[in-house]
Every structure is written in structure tokens, then in C-alpha cells.
């Protein structure tokens, strides 16, 4: 008979995993032969090939029922399920400190694995890794990729560009002002901004530390009042941004 304590610990997983489920199989039998009277709602386990057989009853006979091939070894290594909180809409998740599967509600699977910071889980929002804390963290869903109307951008001394609100944004001078850093931004994605010139026109912008320009010359704005200049950047990545075009002074023939 095979008794190897692994086949020993399966046999002992299929008990406690059919006690949680309030299912009444036993004896669990393991012999080389089929019992020749199966004992009432018992099982067969086949000391050779270990494959299962269940007891069905026919009226007043009892026969045993094997389902093919089929193993213990095949249904799941049980030495590695820890069957503790098995129950209806539960699924098996790998525990790297328990070296089990463990049963979870699905809802709740993400919140309760060690790597996972769910202090800002709310709608919409995605599973983001973060090197620093070495955790999964809850983000708002970057919209950069998706929405390519012109947001106003305020203007300011320093101009903010959210690229979570969209890719594209235009702005009114009425002064010189310096573009800030996108933030937000979607790696490969071409950001435009329009210029249009207020007030009294002739107004500059200087931009942020993470512009990278041709020769590290900064392109001319239009000095026209009601000037409109169109600059495009490539978002490299998240913190670095090439100016790759302008049209500037663009209006009807």
C-alpha cells in the first residue's frame, strides 16, 4: 500500500475539505482491491494508480463509481490547500509566507495579499506599483491617453498642465510665464499646447526643468495681439518631455 506521507497528508486534506463542505463521505478506503461491500457513502482510493471511486447507491445495491483517471494527484496537490476558509464564491490564492492556498472571497482577495495598499481603493481607480513603498497602490485612472480635448489652462506665474484631465491645453498670455512640468503624463503621448497672445501681445514663456529642446533653443512665440501658436511635446516618460513641432501664428488665409 502507498502510504508516503505526502500521499498520507492528501488523503487527510480530502477528510477536513470534505468536513468543511458538510459532505459525508466516509471511510476514506484505500486498499488494492475494491471493497466488496462498500460501506455507506465511503470512498475508494486505489493503492496503486491512487485514483478515486465514490459509493453510489441503486436501490438497495451499492456499487463503487470511478471517474476515469482521475487522481488525487490530479485534482490538486491538497498537501499545499489549506481548506480553513473554504465556503461558496471563495477562490484559491497562493500565500508566499504560508506556502498554502488559501481560500478568499474574490472581493476581497487584493485587499488582504501583503503587497497591496488599499488606503485610497475607490471607484475607477487602478492597481499602480510603487518602487519606493513596494506596494500596490490604489491610483486614479490616467486619462491622458484617452481624452484629446483642449483644457484651459489658468494662467499663472507658473502654468499648471494636468494631463489626467487631458492631453491638450491652451492658455491666454497676459505676461510672461514659465510652463510647468505635465504631470499625470502618458509615456509616447504628443502633448499640445496653444498660446494665444493677450493683453498687450509680445509675451514669452520659459518652461519647466523637464523640457528638452533642439540644441536647447527655446522656440519664439508669435508677438501678435490674438496670436495663436500651436507647440507640441513627446512625453518620453512621465518626467521628461521633447518639443518635437510648433505652427505658430496660425490663422485663416
Keep these: ?36 461491500f462498500p460501506t455507506s457513502k465511503s470512498i475508494w482510493i486505489d493503492s496503486g494508480d491512487m485514483t478515486l471511486s465514490f459509493q453510489y447507491g441503486y436501490g438497495n445495491t451499492a456499487v463503487w463509481v470511478s471517474f476515469g483517471d482521475l487522481s488525487i494527484q490530479e485534482i490538486i496537490d491538497l498537501a499545499d490547500v489549506d481548506p480553513t476558509d473554504i465556503g461558496d464564491g471563495k477562490v484559491l ?11 478568499k ?11 497591496v495598499d488599499d488606503t485610497n481603493i475607490g471607484d475607477d481607480k487602478i492597481l499602480v506599483y510603487n518602487s519606493t513603498s513596494g506596494k500596490h497602490e490604489y491610483q486614479d485612472k490616467p486619462s491622458g491617453g484617452l481624452d484629446k480635448t483642449f483644457q484651459t489652462l489658468t494662467e499663472a506665474a507658473t502654468i499648471t498642465f494636468d494631463a489626467s484631465i487631458s492631453v ?85 488665409p
Design 168 to 252: 491638450n491645453g491652451s492658455v491666454t498670455l497676459t505676461a510672461s510665464r514659465i510652463l510647468g512640468n505635465i504631470t499625470n503624463a502618458v509615456p509616447g503621448e504628443i502633448h499640445c499646447v496653444k498660446v494665444i497672445q493677450g493683453g498687450s501681445g509680445s509675451y514669452a514663456l520659459t518652461y519647466g526643468n523637464q523640457y528638452k529642446f533642439s540644441g536647447g533653443v527655446l522656440p519664439i512665440l508669435s508677438a501678435t495681439v490674438n496670436a495663436v501658436d500651436l507647440l507640441f511635446f513627446l512625453a518620453v516618460s512621465t518626467s521628461e518631455f521633447h518639443f518635437i513641432n510648433a505652427n505658430f501664428d496660425v490663422k485663416t
Design 1 to 36: 500500500m502507498n502510504t508516503d506521507p505526502k500521499t498520507l497528508s492528501r488523503i487527510h486534506r480530502i477528510e477536513q475539505m470534505l468536513e468543511k463542505m458538510n459532505i459525508d463521505l466516509y471511510p476514506i478506503v484505500i486498499s488494492d482491491d475494491a471493497p466488496a
Design 93 to 103: 490564492v497562493y500565500n508566499s509566507i504560508t506556502g498554502k492556498h488559501e481560500y
Design 105 to 115: 472571497v474574490i472581493s476581497a482577495t487584493l485587499s488582504t495579499l501583503n503587497d
